[in-house]
């Protein structure tokens, strides 16, 4: 390792479920760390690129060593911590997946009309942006199956704050879309090939496993948001949904 900064630094953002994951993993072993938050201190991206860094979140470094922290792996690599996981069989991840867009579906009919641009808790992202962005998490992987990398995760739509029906439309079409590729192609995959993604090199089996936790962390904020911030009378997905899965144990940062 080159520099003579041999602190741990993350910079991250509030909101953002991997920030938060790579923030827990960080504290549950015990590393040191100094924290960088991007929406606090707007200087920090223009601070980052000087650096040599994407002016993206999360990040990890250590002096000049840096790595894009959604993989532990890599989190994992930079503060000098050991760290092994086995994702779980494709098969139940698929199944995992169901009942999470299923229950965001649910979320959003039971949304009231004027809740869509509501923000969520310590961050600029609505709750309609919210739902579109759980839904479409789950379209960029499928997308990347069809051929097309991912370059980074499309950025939420105007209409996301206006109409409830046009959510539950797109989110029957990615449902759709998912059950398609899985009874399709999805069965002659092979799941230990390298993914296409902008953030590392993780087999297309940890790639499924990230898309079906990153899309669950967010049903669980919905949850949250209907519950807390509405009210509404909505019945939570099963606990054992999360069992297994690599996701953030908050909820929020602060909750």
Not at 43 to 68: H, K, T, Y
């Amino acid at each position: 390792m080159s520099g003579s900064d041999t602190q741990v630094h993350l910079y991250w953002a509030t909101g953002c479920t991997s920030c938060l994951r790579a923030k827990e993993f960080l504290e549950r072993n015990d590393v040191q760390f100094a924290s960088h938050n991007v929406i606090e201190e707007r200087g920090l991206l223009d601070e980052m690129e000087a650096r040599g860094l994407p002016r993206q979140v999360p990040i990890v470094r250590r002096g000049d060593d840096w790595a894009d922290a959604q993989g532990l792996d890599e989190v994992a690599r930079i503060s000098g911590v050991e760290h092994e996981a086995t994702p779980l069989p494709v098969d139940e991840l698929y199944r995992r997946l169901g009942i999470v867009l299923d229950g965001v579906g649910r979320y959003v009919d039971l949304l009231p009309g004027d809740a869509l641009s509501v923000d969520i808790p310590n961050r600029p992202r609505s709750v309609g942006e919210l739902s579109y962005h759980t839904f479409s998490v789950v379209a960029s992987f499928l997308d990347h199956e069809d051929g097309v990398p991912l370059t980074s995760y499309e950025p939420e739509l105007a209409w996301t704050n206006r109409s409830t029906d046009a959510l539950t439309t797109y989110g029957e079409h990615v449902r759709t879309r998912l059950r398609d590729w899985y009874e399709g192609p999805g069965r002659e995959r092979d799941f230990s090939e390298t993914a296409s993604v902008y953030y590392g090199d993780p087999t297309v089996h940890e790639f499924f496993e990230r898309t079906t936790w990153h899309a669950g962390q967010h049903a669980r904020q919905l949850e949250w948001m209907l519950a807390e911030t509405f009210p509404v009378d909505a019945e939570p997905l099963d606990p054992s949904t999360w069992e297994g899965l690599p996701m953030p144990e908050k909820v929020w940062d602060a909750a």
